[in-house]
């Protein structure tokens, strides 16, 4: 997989060599297709992925990550080390040297000023900042010169990367938005849906969660870009259909996230008119194991809280079964195909912070048999259900409502009823179960249930933030109104303290092994989470559609610049 | 038949059936349509008081305001001693076995869901606590009282002809033995050679029974041949009251007269005096005319009649009018 | 009365001879019926014959592996589906299922729309705050309320039921509770025009009470009506719940109904085109049946067409 | 007619401020959050904070309480400010949607074209399919054509919209490549190549909807002229010497259609929620589309208002159906 | 009473069946008369006895299926109208024969205006203009009597009373100057003094305008005050058929008879208790092969319930001129007719 990206990018890159003299707005219309349709293209009001990428078409961040998560400078004139001098030696600042003669659309000049006021917008108490993580720990943004920036931490930060780059951090022009501070940030309708932006494109016609139509951006830095004069934005739908518009029906250059099933993609594959691209990140399809009692038998505010450790689960050998049943290759078969790919780990990229566990991906029905016999579940009345106790091995298995999730329930219930589990499924709607609602019994956070399943990645490459969900202190509860990051309620000093070490090393090297040990910590070694397919991003692209590299760090539409017709 | 020591077994008096009118924007009550706009008469026992008028008039109102299946606005109905609007819904409940009601379409009076025994079983059921032997028996004894075949006990009303209908909603009536029962143009809806038998049948179970009647009808050469005195209304009053043959030989009322004088009889040979033809048509009982009620089509009408409204006076034995012309003011 | 009627004693014969003799010429009625009667036997008596789980999934994952999307065969004539369960048994107990809630759901309304149609056309007092409530239903956007109704009370439901019955009990009332409103406004009217009727008036003079001149007297006679709603609220049932599952609102997925199985069937329509027609065909067979049944009985029932 | 139109308004009033309040408390109570689709990397507090900014954290009572003053007071201000050019809202707080923080009106503003275009071309046409079908169908009681009509209109509304929409999708525009299968909303008529585009975009759904429609109408058509054919003063046109065309086309057609007209009225309505399904399959960003998008992200002010707005089009074309019977039907008089 | 002169309209032989699922019911059987110029036919009968169908068989008023005009001949002015096209049989509805209901109320179209339906058979029929229409229209109105004409044209029928709406179709029935016009019970539904009225209305009417009337009623009494001639039908046939008086004075049918004294009378010595005739009518699901009043009837013999009479002339006059009855029995000649 890896090394059919590698050589997408390498085409690309081969390609970009005639487009290098070709003409701005040369190529006609492009058509790109988000089915789930565009609510905003302000990427500080929302952190739909949709949203984001849209808005990365106008709005640019100082860096961007390229499609092996490199850093690479954007409105940056380049990435600041601290062999370059740019992050100060005692990792407390980083100072960002921008682009000169970068302009906005509407002529005016980019500034310090602009990177400033980002900061000011997203960081005011009552604006509602979606990316207010990406700020976290920032102490002061000041302008060194109109063209430098100096952005102080409040404490050492290792990766200081974080504010400014991606395409969920882009730089707003303080002149538009000026009068969008804080409560006012949602009623600048006019300013969220057309912001003026660095970026290759600028918004003409916005209309909600429907249709974006774009024109190439005059004052675009690089006279020779964008190669289209016209974007369309168009939403609605869904995957199978937007895929069909590409691939069958050729009606767009462009789908986004045309997650469908195996068989349907080669199928569309066959249609000949274009092909499905994709690039594996950080997202991980994954069971989680509940460390605490759900019963309903307990008080409400006692369920699935540290008070009462799991019955069964407490017993690690008993969740090692429960992984070993698990044939993870007919996962990805039956659900993703080229979108997936099996995964033992809960970090699978980048590579220098990815462990190399693959002992889960063979299935070992006996042995997964043989472990609950030794941890004393065994069937003593013959119904095919093991006991132990008295109490019978029967678990509750929820996940959100969606095709493939039901499949995979069916499947592994199909996989534990064979070792002598009895499970019951259940599916919830994705918007109750992932709403954080502290009201509702069925969010993936209150855990009632025994095993859960979902997906979940982290922003960036850096993956300190999301080791940090599985501190002790991070357990969801009644305290904290169920807003917890540590799903599992998993609990270990060890790990806390291992932790500890990431927040002062530095260098992918270094922080790449306390990361795979922290990895390791919670799949291989303990089974608390069972990680099972890591799911790529996966898009449909016309075949006349050239310069397109697939991305997985940033938005797919990072280098939407140098796209161009195939001539 | 008018024994004066007797009290009359329905005395009914000032009766008023306003059935209100609502509009405007905010539905207030605007007006009535005056049915029954007090109406006072009275029938011994064992008697029959006709009751005639033209479609509309009030008359079947007057019935049923009478048993109380509309509940008056108005006035005093006596039954058999009782007070009947003022009665309590289980007093009301106890008293209805003496007062029963025999309809004008025998098709539908009947529940087309029930059998026959069913329908003439239903008073039985509510008001006694007779065995399921026992009610047979009697069901068996009612269906031969009106002449109709035990054998058809089972059958839906559906099965049978308009006469026969009838007859089962006769059964009914006289499940229970009253004493009074309200005829609602009992014989409107059956064929000519069917009305006879009909009658033919209430005059003999009248004289079995000793039933007292209120005979509801347009038909006036019917309530001449079953009627002992007769009450002619006019848009929701009475016009004349009178013994049967006082009325028929010398009408006082100027409707009265008209109406008989309208009845086409069945005699081809001119003999029949000059008709009154009377014009326009009845006025509506929501707004009725000022003065008498008649006054727009009267053939008679002075400028009296046209300011004030008559009142029901007893001209001779037994005669009451309310007309101007009869008992000037 | 003419001896010879009198020689005979005639069995009572029932009006519902007379419907049957009516509905029997409705020639597109009783093609339906039996098609129905096909269709429920499929559903109710096939799965004893064709004892295949629908839920069954090979655990051996290479066997499963080739068990998925198979075309039809023998061992499974209508194939299998992307998890290799058996298409024609998942049919059979989807079936079962929408059937099931159609008509336990039909009942829920028409119970609901024959009581509040016969209070409010009976009790004067109450009719017009129930024709408000009618009209205030008919007002409401029901796909969120349903949705609300499946959310509110699917746990507890499924407490005190258990996930299955639990959810089945919820879709049945909700669609119940969503769609009695034209029962009640059509047994209401019916009720209006029967209290006027002389009978119900001769019950009055006999002194039968409200609610045994309700029973005795207006409900058997707006049966008519509420059959021909009921038959045609079970079509719409049918519909309505596989609207539910076809927007994911319905049914857990092991637990598949017609709806649910077409709803999954749109994903693999492209390669699997038959997933889609036979729920689809089914659905739209039954409600085509149950619509026809309706207009047959409406006209069995109608009195002015028995006439002619 | 007039004190009637007046008391039905009036009456409507506490009519629509009940359901008002069942949809908004309804709505409110349904499951999922306006952070469900935010995805799970955005930390707790940072979505606390964008619920409190969307004033999402308030008790309901006071949203609602809010929000029908943002409905009738402050939305009709903009609404005059937008036809006259005036400024009497002078920047009062409009309905947002929170997703895209945009005013709901504006929203519904850009969907009701395309709904209105589909749902009204469909509704038009499914009428004149419907008509001649089931006076045809009446007139000829029992023969092939009544027939065939009545297998036509049992079917049409028996076949789920979701399954016909799917199976034209398949044939005739990914097998056989004949129509788009997705709408393009900014397409304007400007010469007869648009024209041709619109159509085409248009042919699939439109043909879903109108069968739909037509099953339906053509449905109480037929029973509706049935009804009238057996009218006695359809006996005395046919005494007077009347030719069937004017028997039929004129007496029986004018009294049949009275009631067929209030059922197309009253249809109305429910053809805009009935296009949710059909919106969702040929991907038209009609206001059914926008509802159900605005279900699965849980927006609840966009939710409400459209589900309102359906509420309040169902009040309102009971009392256009009613009134319409009254100007069609000399008996009846509202007073 | 221009008894000789040639008939306008004469029926010979006329069968009607109801071909239903449930049986074929035989409304109208053998059935004929013959009705003069200016003449006023009363057709008596319970309902059932077949006197609507008959005369709406004779200008293919009945819907068909499941009614069926199998057999005879209907003569207007010497064409067979059971032989002519749907065309011409068009044409002879509303302008050679006009026709009046029972129920005013239903019979007029509701959404309508008056004038509107008045006008159509002129516009139809006589090729007028509007104009013209509108202005005979008003004629017709003023002819039956209802007042202010003109303004009342522009008026809906349910603006009228009832007796202003008979009045109404009787306008649209004499629009086009008909030969004859076949009122079927147009009082039945109407109150005494409004039937007085109307009656009083078609007498006026017949001295003026001098057409052919068939009356159908139940109501002996009516006929009585009108007609110039009576056809008492029973069980689809025809029982007895003569002047009014003739038949009034000597009724020789054994119905007839029954009917004259099962109706109480208005004046004259009241009866103690009326003659019934017990029994119910007969339901036609067969060609009589008997006559059809046996069952009921006090004279009935054997050859009663095994042959149906024929109508015999009980004088010197034809068939259908003079007095006729269908009966075995001979009424004995003395005078005893109830109550006269």
């Given at each position: 997989?890896?090394?059919?990206?590698?050589?997408?990018?390498?085409?690309?890159?081969?390609?970009?060599?005639?487009?290098?003299?070709?003409?701005?707005?040369?190529?006609?219309?492009?058509?790109?297709?988000?089915?789930?349709?565009?609510?905003?293209?302000?990427?500080?009001?929302?952190?739909?992925?949709?949203?984001?990428?849209?808005?990365?078409?106008?709005?640019?961040?100082?860096?961007?990550?390229?499609?092996?998560?490199?850093?690479?400078?954007?409105?940056?004139?380049?990435?600041?080390?601290?062999?370059?001098?740019?992050?100060?030696?005692?990792?407390?600042?980083?100072?960002?040297?921008?682009?000169?003669?970068?302009?906005?659309?509407?002529?005016?000049?980019?500034?310090?000023?602009?990177?400033?006021?980002?900061?000011?917008?997203?960081?005011?108490?009552?604006?509602?900042?979606?990316?207010?993580?990406?700020?976290?720990?920032?102490?002061?943004?000041?302008?060194?010169?109109?063209?430098?920036?100096?952005?102080?931490?409040?404490?050492?930060?290792?990766?200081?990367?974080?504010?400014?780059?991606?395409?969920?951090?882009?730089?707003?022009?303080?002149?538009?938005?000026?009068?969008?501070?804080?409560?006012?940030?949602?009623?600048?309708?006019?300013?969220?849906?057309?912001?003026?932006?660095?970026?290759?494109?600028?918004?003409?016609?916005?209309?909600?969660?429907?249709?974006?139509?774009?024109?190439?951006?005059?004052?675009?830095?690089?006279?020779?870009?964008?190669?289209?004069?016209?974007?369309?934005?168009?939403?609605?739908?869904?995957?199978?259909?937007?895929?069909?518009?590409?691939?069958?029906?050729?009606?767009?250059?462009?789908?986004?996230?045309?997650?469908?099933?195996?068989?349907?993609?080669?199928?569309?594959?066959?249609?000949?008119?274009?092909?499905?691209?994709?690039?594996?990140?950080?997202?991980?399809?994954?069971?989680?194991?509940?460390?605490?009692?759900?019963?309903?038998?307990?008080?409400?505010?006692?369920?699935?809280?540290?008070?009462?450790?799991?019955?069964?689960?407490?017993?690690?050998?008993?969740?090692?079964?429960?992984?070993?049943?698990?044939?993870?290759?007919?996962?990805?078969?039956?659900?993703?195909?080229?979108?997936?790919?099996?995964?033992?780990?809960?970090?699978?990229?980048?590579?220098?912070?990815?462990?190399?566990?693959?002992?889960?991906?063979?299935?070992?029905?006996?042995?997964?048999?043989?472990?609950?016999?030794?941890?004393?579940?065994?069937?003593?009345?013959?119904?095919?259900?093991?006991?132990?106790?008295?109490?019978?091995?029967?678990?509750?298995?929820?996940?959100?409502?969606?095709?493939?999730?039901?499949?995979?329930?069916?499947?592994?219930?199909?996989?534990?009823?064979?070792?002598?589990?009895?499970?019951?499924?259940?599916?919830?709607?994705?918007?109750?179960?992932?709403?954080?609602?502290?009201?509702?019994?069925?969010?993936?956070?209150?855990?009632?249930?025994?095993?859960?399943?979902?997906?979940?990645?982290?922003?960036?490459?850096?993956?300190?933030?999301?080791?940090?969900?599985?501190?002790?202190?991070?357990?969801?509860?009644?305290?904290?109104?169920?807003?917890?990051?540590?799903?599992?309620?998993?609990?270990?000093?060890?790990?806390?303290?291992?932790?500890?070490?990431?927040?002062?090393?530095?260098?992918?090297?270094?922080?790449?092994?306390?990361?795979?040990?922290?990895?390791?910590?919670?799949?291989?070694?303990t089974n608390t989470i069972l990680p099972l397919v890591d799911r790529g991003r996966f898009s449909a692209k016309a075949n006349t559609l050239d310069g397109f590299i697939m991305n997985s760090w940033d938005s797919e539409l990072w280098n939407v610049a140098d796209w161009h017709r195939v001539k | 038949m008018l024994d004066a020591t007797t009290a009359p077994l329905v005395e009914v008096k000032n009766l008023k059936m306003y059935f209100p009118i609502h509009s405007g924007l905010l539905r207030r009550h605007t007006g009535d349509v005056k049915a029954v706009d007090d109406v006072s008469f009275h029938i011994m026992p064992g008697e029959t008081l006709g009751l005639v008028g033209e479609s509309g008039c009030g008359k079947s109102t007057v019935g049923r305001a009478i048993l109380r299946l509309y509940e008056p606005t108005s006035g005093s109905v006596r039954i058999d001693g009782d007070e009947i609007p003022a009665l309590a819904p289980e007093a009301l409940r106890k008293k209805r076995p003496t007062m029963q009601m025999v309809f004008q379409d025998p098709q539908a009076s009947l529940n087309p869901r029930m059998t026959v025994a069913d329908i003439i079983g239903e008073p039985l059921e509510e008001h006694t606590t007779l065995s399921r032997d026992q009610k047979l028996a009697r069901i068996y004894e009612l269906m031969d009282q009106v002449g109709?075949?035990?054998?058809?006990?089972?059958?839906?009303?559906?099965?049978?002809?308009?006469?026969?209908?009838?007859?089962?909603?006769?059964?009914?009536?006289?499940?229970?033995?009253?004493?009074?029962?309200?005829?609602?143009?009992?014989?409107?809806?059956?064929?000519?050679?069917?009305?006879?038998?009909?009658?033919?049948?209430?005059?003999?179970?009248?004289?079995?029974?000793?039933?007292?009647?209120?005979?509801?009808?347009?038909?006036?050469?019917?309530?001449?041949?079953?009627?002992?005195?007769?009450?002619?209304?006019?848009?929701?009053?009475?016009?004349?009251?009178?013994?049967?043959?006082?009325?028929?030989?010398?009408?006082?009322?100027?409707?009265?007269?008209?109406?008989?004088?309208?009845?086409?009889?069945?005699?081809?040979?001119?003999?029949?005096?000059?008709?009154?033809?009377?014009?326009?048509?009845?006025?509506?009982?929501?707004?009725?005319?000022?003065?008498?009620?008649?006054?727009?089509?009267?053939?008679?009408?002075?400028?009296?009649?046209?300011?004030?409204?008559?009142?029901?006076?007893?001209?001779?034995?037994?005669?009451?009018?309310?007309?101007?012309?009869?008992?000037?003011? | 009365?003419?001896?010879?009627?009198?020689?005979?004693?005639?069995?009572?014969?029932?009006?519902?001879?007379?419907?049957?003799?009516?509905?029997?010429?409705?020639?597109?009625?009783?093609?339906?019926?039996?098609?129905?009667?096909?269709?429920?036997?499929?559903?109710?008596?096939?799965?004893?014959?064709?004892?295949?789980?629908?839920?069954?999934?090979?655990?051996?994952?290479?066997?499963?592996?080739?068990?998925?999307?198979?075309?039809?065969?023998?061992?499974?004539?209508?194939?299998?589906?992307?998890?290799?369960?058996?298409?024609?048994?998942?049919?059979?107990?989807?079936?079962?299922?929408?059937?099931?809630?159609?008509?336990?759901?039909?009942?829920?309304?028409?119970?609901?729309?024959?009581?509040?149609?016969?209070?409010?056309?009976?009790?004067?007092?109450?009719?017009?705050?129930?024709?408000?409530?009618?009209?205030?239903?008919?007002?409401?956007?029901?796909?969120?309320?349903?949705?609300?109704?499946?959310?509110?009370?699917?746990?507890?439901?499924?407490?005190?039921?258990?996930?299955?019955?639990?959810?089945?009990?919820?879709?049945?009332?909700?669609?119940?509770?969503?769609?009695?409103?034209?029962?009640?406004?059509?047994?209401?009217?019916?009720?209006?025009?029967?209290?006027?009727?002389?009978?119900?008036?001769?019950?009055?003079?006999?002194?039968?009470?409200?609610?045994?001149?309700?029973?005795?007297?207006?409900?058997?006679?707006?049966?008519?009506?509420?059959?021909?709603?009921?038959?045609?609220?079970?079509?719409?049932?049918?519909?309505?719940?596989?609207?539910?599952?076809?927007?994911?609102?319905?049914?857990?997925?092991?637990?598949?109904?017609?709806?649910?199985?077409?709803?999954?069937?749109?994903?693999?329509?492209?390669?699997?085109?038959?997933?889609?027609?036979?729920?689809?065909?089914?659905?739209?067979?039954?409600?085509?049946?149950?619509?026809?049944?309706?207009?047959?009985?409406?006209?069995?029932?109608?009195?002015?067409?028995?006439?002619? | 007619?007039?004190?009637?139109?007046?008391?039905?308004?009036?009456?409507?009033?506490?009519?629509?401020?009940?359901?008002?309040?069942?949809?908004?408390?309804?709505?409110?109570?349904?499951?999922?959050?306006?952070?469900?689709?935010?995805?799970?990397?955005?930390?707790?507090?940072?979505?606390?904070?964008?619920?409190?900014?969307?004033?999402?954290?308030?008790?309901?009572?006071?949203?609602?309480?809010?929000?029908?003053?943002?409905?009738?007071?402050?939305?009709?201000?903009?609404?005059?400010?937008?036809?006259?050019?005036?400024?009497?809202?002078?920047?009062?707080?409009?309905?947002?949607?929170?997703?895209?923080?945009?005013?709901?009106?504006?929203?519904?503003?850009?969907?009701?074209?395309?709904?209105?275009?589909?749902?009204?071309?469909?509704?038009?046409?499914?009428?004149?399919?419907?008509?001649?079908?089931?006076?045809?169908?009446?007139?000829?009681?029992?023969?092939?054509?009544?027939?065939?009509?009545?297998?036509?209109?049992?079917?049409?509304?028996?076949?789920?919209?979701?399954?016909?929409?799917?199976?034209?999708?398949?044939?005739?525009?990914?097998?056989?490549?004949?129509?788009?299968?997705?709408?393009?909303?900014?397409?304007?008529?400007?010469?007869?190549?648009?024209?041709?585009?619109?159509?085409?975009?248009?042919?699939?759904?439109?043909?879903?909807?109108?069968?739909?429609?037509?099953?339906?109408?053509?449905?109480?058509?037929?029973?509706?002229?049935?009804?009238?054919?057996?009218?006695?003063?359809?006996?005395?046109?046919?005494?007077?010497?009347?030719?069937?065309?004017?028997?039929?086309?004129?007496?029986?057609?004018?009294?049949?259609?009275?009631?067929?007209?209030?059922?197309?009225?009253?249809?109305?309505?429910?053809?805009?929620?009935?296009?949710?399904?059909?919106?969702?399959?040929?991907?038209?960003?009609?206001?059914?589309?926008?509802?159900?998008?605005?279900?699965?992200?849980?927006?609840?002010?966009?939710?409400?208002?459209?589900?309102?707005?359906?509420?309040?089009?169902?009040?309102?074309?009971?009392?256009?159906?009613?009134?319409?019977?009254?100007?069609?039907?000399?008996?009846?008089?509202?007073? | 009473?221009?008894?000789?002169?040639?008939?306008?309209?004469?029926?010979?032989?006329?069968?009607?069946?109801?071909?239903?699922?449930?049986?074929?019911?035989?409304?109208?059987?053998?059935?004929?008369?013959?009705?003069?110029?200016?003449?006023?036919?009363?057709?008596?009968?319970?309902?059932?006895?077949?006197?609507?169908?008959?005369?709406?068989?004779?200008?293919?008023?009945?819907?068909?299926?499941?009614?069926?005009?199998?057999?005879?001949?209907?003569?207007?002015?010497?064409?067979?109208?059971?032989?002519?096209?749907?065309?011409?049989?068009?044409?002879?509805?509303?302008?050679?024969?006009?026709?009046?209901?029972?129920?005013?109320?239903?019979?007029?179209?509701?959404?309508?205006?008056?004038?509107?339906?008045?006008?159509?058979?002129?516009?139809?029929?006589?090729?007028?203009?509007?104009?013209?229409?509108?202005?005979?229209?008003?004629?017709?109105?003023?002819?039956?009597?209802?007042?202010?004409?003109?303004?009342?044209?522009?008026?809906?029928?349910?603006?009228?009373?009832?007796?202003?709406?008979?009045?109404?179709?009787?306008?649209?029935?004499?629009?086009?100057?008909?030969?004859?016009?076949?009122?079927?019970?147009?009082?039945?539904?109407?109150?005494?003094?409004?039937?007085?009225?109307?009656?009083?209305?078609?007498?006026?009417?017949?001295?003026?305008?001098?057409?052919?009337?068939?009356?159908?009623?139940?109501?002996?009494?009516?006929?009585?005050?009108?007609?110039?001639?009576?056809?008492?039908?029973?069980?689809?046939?025809?029982?007895?058929?003569?002047?009014?008086?003739?038949?009034?004075?000597?009724?020789?049918?054994?119905?007839?008879?029954?009917?004259?004294?099962?109706?109480?009378?208005?004046?004259?010595?009241?009866?103690?208790?009326?003659?019934?005739?017990?029994?119910?009518?007969?339901?036609?699901?067969?060609?009589?092969?008997?006559?059809?009043?046996?069952?009921?009837?006090?004279?009935?013999?054997?050859?009663?319930?095994?042959?149906?009479?024929?109508?015999?002339?009980?004088?010197?006059?034809?068939?259908?001129?003079?007095?006729?009855?269908?009966?075995?029995?001979?009424?004995?000649?003395?005078?005893?007719?109830?109550?006269?």
């Amino acid at each position: 997989m890896k090394m059919k990206t590698l050589l997408l990018g390498a085409a690309a890159a081969f390609a970009l060599a005639p487009a290098a003299h070709a003409e701005r707005g040369a190529d006609g219309e492009l058509k790109i297709l988000y089915y789930q349709a565009v609510s905003t293209l302000n990427a500080y009001l929302s952190s739909g992925t949709k949203d984001v990428e849209a808005g990365s078409l106008v709005l640019e961040p100082l860096a961007a990550f390229d499609q092996d998560g490199k850093l690479v400078p954007r409105l940056a004139s380049e990435i600041p080390t601290v062999e370059n001098g740019g992050v100060a030696a005692d990792l407390t600042s980083i100072t960002w040297k921008l682009n000169p003669g970068v302009k906005w659309s509407d002529g005016s000049d980019f500034t310090a000023e602009d990177v400033i006021f980002t900061w000011q917008y997203c960081t005011d108490p009552n604006g509602g900042c979606a990316q207010g993580a990406k700020y976290e720990g920032v102490k002061s943004v000041e302008a060194v010169d109109p063209l430098t920036v100096k952005v102080t931490f409040d404490a050492p930060k290792p990766y200081p990367y974080q504010p400014f780059t991606g395409a969920t951090a882009p730089i707003l022009q303080k002149a538009q938005f000026a009068n969008c501070l804080g409560t006012a940030a949602a009623t600048c309708t006019e300013q969220n849906s057309k912001p003026i932006g660095t970026g290759p494109y600028m918004v003409t016609d916005f209309k909600v969660n429907d249709v974006i139509t774009l024109d190439a951006n005059p004052n675009y830095r690089d006279p020779a870009k964008p190669a289209f004069a016209k974007v369309t934005v168009k939403g609605g739908g869904d995957a199978l259909a937007a895929a069909s518009a590409v691939m069958e029906t050729g009606e767009f250059d462009y789908a986004w996230n045309t997650q469908i099933n195996p068989e349907q993609q080669a199928q569309m594959e066959a249609g000949g008119k274009g092909t499905f691209v994709n690039a594996f990140g950080t997202l991980v399809e994954r069971i989680e194991i509940n460390m605490t009692d759900p019963s309903p038998a307990l008080p409400e505010g006692e369920r699935s809280t540290i008070k009462h450790p799991h019955p069964i689960f407490s017993d690690a050998k008993v969740r090692q079964a429960l992984s070993m049943a698990i044939d993870r290759n007919v996962l990805v078969e039956v659900g993703y195909g080229k979108a997936g790919r099996p995964t033992c780990n809960l970090v699978p990229a980048p590579a220098y912070q990815a462990s190399d566990n693959t002992a889960c991906l063979t299935q070992d029905i006996e042995g997964a048999k043989k472990l609950l016999e030794e941890a004393g579940w065994v069937d003593t009345d013959g119904d095919g259900i093991r006991e132990k106790d008295g109490k019978k091995f029967s678990i509750l298995y929820q996940t959100s409502v969606n095709a493939v999730r039901q499949d995979f329930q069916a499947l592994v219930k199909g996989w534990w009823n064979e070792i002598g589990i009895e499970v019951e499924l259940k599916s919830i709607d994705p918007g109750v179960y992932f709403g954080g609602d502290a009201a509702s019994p069925d969010t993936f956070q209150k855990f009632y249930a025994d095993v859960e399943m979902y997906a979940n990645n982290f922003d960036g490459t850096d993956a300190e933030p999301y080791m940090a969900q599985y501190l002790c202190d991070k357990i969801p509860g009644p305290e904290n109104q169920w807003q917890g990051e540590n799903i599992n309620r998993f609990c270990d000093p060890a790990y806390d303290a291992l932790f500890k070490t990431l927040a002062t090393a530095t260098g992918d090297e270094a922080r790449g092994t306390i990361v795979k040990q922290l990895n390791d910590m919670l799949t291989k070694d303990t089974n608390t989470i069972l990680p099972l397919v890591d799911r790529g991003r996966f898009s449909a692209k016309a075949n006349t559609l050239d310069g397109f590299i697939m991305n997985s760090w940033d938005s797919e539409l990072w280098n939407v610049a140098d796209w161009h017709r195939v001539k | 038949m008018l024994d004066a020591t007797t009290a009359p077994l329905v005395e009914v008096k000032n009766l008023k059936m306003y059935f209100p009118i609502h509009s405007g924007l905010l539905r207030r009550h605007t007006g009535d349509v005056k049915a029954v706009d007090d109406v006072s008469f009275h029938i011994m026992p064992g008697e029959t008081l006709g009751l005639v008028g033209e479609s509309g008039c009030g008359k079947s109102t007057v019935g049923r305001a009478i048993l109380r299946l509309y509940e008056p606005t108005s006035g005093s109905v006596r039954i058999d001693g009782d007070e009947i609007p003022a009665l309590a819904p289980e007093a009301l409940r106890k008293k209805r076995p003496t007062m029963q009601m025999v309809f004008q379409d025998p098709q539908a009076s009947l529940n087309p869901r029930m059998t026959v025994a069913d329908i003439i079983g239903e008073p039985l059921e509510e008001h006694t606590t007779l065995s399921r032997d026992q009610k047979l028996a009697r069901i068996y004894e009612l269906m031969d009282q009106v002449g109709l075949n035990r054998a058809f006990a089972n059958r839906y009303p559906y099965a049978f002809s308009g006469g026969q209908r009838q007859r089962i909603g006769i059964a009914r009536a006289l499940a229970l033995n009253p004493k009074f029962i309200v005829c609602d143009e009992p014989i409107a809806a059956l064929d000519v050679s069917i009305q006879a038998q009909v009658v033919n049948l209430l005059e003999d179970l009248q004289d079995r029974l000793g039933l007292t009647y209120l005979f509801i009808s347009h038909d006036l050469s019917m309530v001449r041949h079953i009627a002992d005195r007769v009450a002619v209304m006019y848009l929701g009053q009475i016009a004349e009251i009178s013994p049967r043959d006082a009325l028929y030989t010398n009408p006082l009322h100027p409707y009265a007269e008209a109406l008989l004088s309208a009845v086409p009889e069945a005699d081809p040979s001119g003999a029949q005096k000059q008709r009154i033809i009377l014009k326009g048509d009845v006025p509506s009982p929501a707004n009725p005319p000022k003065g008498c009620n008649f006054c727009t089509r009267c053939p008679k009408v002075m400028p009296v009649c046209r300011e004030v409204e008559p009142k029901l006076t007893e001209v001779a034995q037994g005669r009451q009018v309310a007309c101007h012309l009869i008992s000037p003011l | 009365m003419t001896d010879t009627t009198t020689a005979k004693i005639e069995r009572p014969r029932s009006q519902w001879r007379d419907v049957w003799d009516q509905f029997r010429h409705h020639k597109g009625a009783m093609v339906a019926l039996m098609l129905l009667g096909l269709i429920a036997c499929f559903v109710f008596i096939g799965p004893l014959i064709w004892q295949i789980d629908p839920n069954f999934i090979e655990s051996d994952a290479v066997k499963m592996i080739r068990m998925r999307n198979q075309g039809p065969s023998w061992a499974h004539p209508l194939g299998t589906d992307q998890l290799g369960r058996d298409i024609l048994s998942r049919i059979m107990f989807g079936g079962k299922i929408s059937l099931a809630v159609a008509t336990v759901a039909m009942l829920v309304a028409i119970f609901i729309g024959t009581t509040v149609g016969v209070l409010a056309g009976y009790f004067r007092r109450v009719d017009g705050l129930l024709m408000r409530l009618t009209d205030m239903f008919l007002a409401l956007p029901l796909l969120p309320l349903l949705l609300v109704m499946m959310f509110l009370f699917r746990d507890a439901a499924a407490s005190v039921l258990g996930p299955s019955l639990g959810t089945f009990l919820l879709i049945v009332l909700a669609i119940g509770v969503t769609s009695w409103m034209h029962a009640a406004r059509i047994v209401r009217g019916e009720v209006l025009a029967l209290k006027e009727r002389e009978f119900v008036l001769a019950a009055r003079s006999i002194g039968t009470p409200s609610l045994r001149i309700i029973l005795r007297h207006i409900l058997p006679n707006v049966l008519s009506p509420v059959l021909v709603a009921a038959t045609l609220g079970i079509a719409s049932a049918i519909i309505t719940e596989s609207v539910l599952s076809f927007l994911g609102l319905g049914f857990p997925p092991d637990f598949p109904t017609w709806g649910r199985l077409l709803f999954d069937g749109v994903d693999a329509m492209r390669t699997y085109p038959d997933r889609v027609v036979w729920p689809g065909v089914a659905i739209s067979l039954t409600v085509l049946c149950v619509n026809y049944i309706g207009d047959g009985l409406r006209d069995a029932l109608d009195p002015r067409v028995r006439g002619r | 007619m007039l004190t009637f139109t007046l008391r039905r308004l009036l009456l409507a009033i506490p009519t629509l401020l009940l359901i008002s309040a069942v949809i908004f408390f309804m709505v409110d109570f349904a499951p999922g959050s306006p952070m469900a689709d935010i995805p799970l990397t955005v930390p707790p507090e940072v979505r606390a904070k964008m619920m409190a900014a969307m004033g999402a954290d308030q008790p309901v009572h006071i949203r609602y309480v809010l929000w029908l003053k943002q409905f009738f007071w402050n939305e009709p201000l903009y609404g005059i400010d937008a036809l006259f050019g005036t400024d009497f809202a002078q920047g009062a707080q409009r309905i947002i949607s929170w997703q895209s923080k945009v005013p709901v009106f504006q929203l519904i503003g850009e969907r009701l074209p395309q709904t209105l275009t589909v749902v009204g071309t469909a509704y038009a046409l499914g009428i004149l399919i419907a008509l001649p079908i089931g006076i045809w169908s009446a007139y000829r009681q029992y023969s092939w054509f009544d027939l065939a009509g009545t297998f036509f209109s049992t079917m049409g509304f028996s076949v789920p919209t979701f399954f016909t929409g799917n199976l034209l999708i398949l044939i005739f525009a990914v097998k056989l490549g004949w129509f788009p299968t997705i709408y393009d909303t900014n397409l304007s008529i400007t010469d007869w190549d648009s024209f041709y585009k619109m159509v085409m975009q248009m042919a699939l759904p439109v043909t879903v909807l109108a069968l739909f429609n037509a099953a339906e109408i053509s449905r109480y058509t037929r029973a509706s002229v049935l009804e009238n054919l057996g009218q006695d003063y359809v006996r005395t046109a046919r005494a007077k010497g009347m030719p069937e065309r004017t028997v039929l086309l004129k007496h029986v057609l004018r009294n049949s259609l009275i009631p067929v007209v209030t059922i197309i009225a009253l249809g109305l309505p429910t053809v805009f929620g009935g296009a949710i399904v059909t919106e969702q399959i040929f991907k038209i960003n009609g206001i059914g589309a926008a509802l159900i998008g605005a279900i699965h992200v849980s927006d609840l002010p966009v939710i409400q208002t459209i589900t309102f707005i359906f509420a309040v089009l169902i009040v309102l074309f009971n009392l256009i159906a009613d009134i319409l019977y009254g100007i069609l039907d000399p008996r009846i008089r509202y007073d | 009473m221009p008894d000789r002169a040639k008939p306008v309209l004469e029926v010979r032989g006329l069968k009607t069946v109801f071909r239903t699922r449930g049986g074929h019911v035989h409304a109208v059987n053998d059935v004929s008369f013959a009705l003069r110029p200016g003449e006023l036919l009363g057709v008596v009968g319970e309902s059932g006895s077949g006197k609507s169908v008959t005369m709406m068989s004779l200008i293919g008023l009945l819907p068909s299926p499941p009614a069926d005009v199998c057999g005879g001949e209907v003569l207007l002015g010497g064409t067979d109208l059971l032989k002519a096209s749907p065309d011409e049989l068009r044409r002879v509805r509303g302008a050679r024969i006009g026709f009046v209901f029972q129920d005013p109320m239903t019979s007029l179209n509701p959404v309508f205006t008056v004038g509107n339906q008045i006008m159509e058979p002129l516009i139809r029929h006589m090729g007028l203009t509007k104009a013209q229409a509108t202005e005979r229209a008003v004629e017709l109105l003023e002819l039956v009597g209802i007042p202010d004409a003109r303004k009342r044209l522009k008026a809906y029928p349910h603006q009228f009373s009832g007796g202003m709406r008979q009045r109404v179709m009787i306008a649209i029935a004499l629009a086009c100057d008909p030969e004859v016009l076949i009122a079927d019970e147009p009082t039945t539904a109407l109150d005494v003094t409004i039937q007085a009225q109307i009656l009083e209305l078609v007498k006026e009417l017949r001295q003026k305008l001098g057409m052919a009337i068939i009356w159908i009623t139940h109501d002996l009494g009516v006929i009585a005050g009108i007609a110039d001639r009576i056809m008492v039908m029973y069980g689809g046939q025809v029982a007895e058929q003569g002047p009014v008086r003739e038949v009034f004075a000597q009724p020789q049918h054994p119905y007839t008879r029954a009917l004259l004294r099962t109706i109480p009378k208005l004046h004259g010595p009241r009866e103690a208790k009326l003659e019934a005739i017990e029994g119910q009518p007969p339901i036609l699901t067969a060609a009589p092969m008997a006559c059809p009043f046996a069952p009921r009837c006090a004279h009935a013999f054997d050859r009663c319930r095994a042959e149906n009479p024929a109508r015999r002339s009980i004088d010197t006059r034809p068939i259908g001129d003079g007095h006729d009855v269908a009966c075995h029995w001979h009424a004995p000649a003395t005078q005893e007719v109830a109550h006269a």
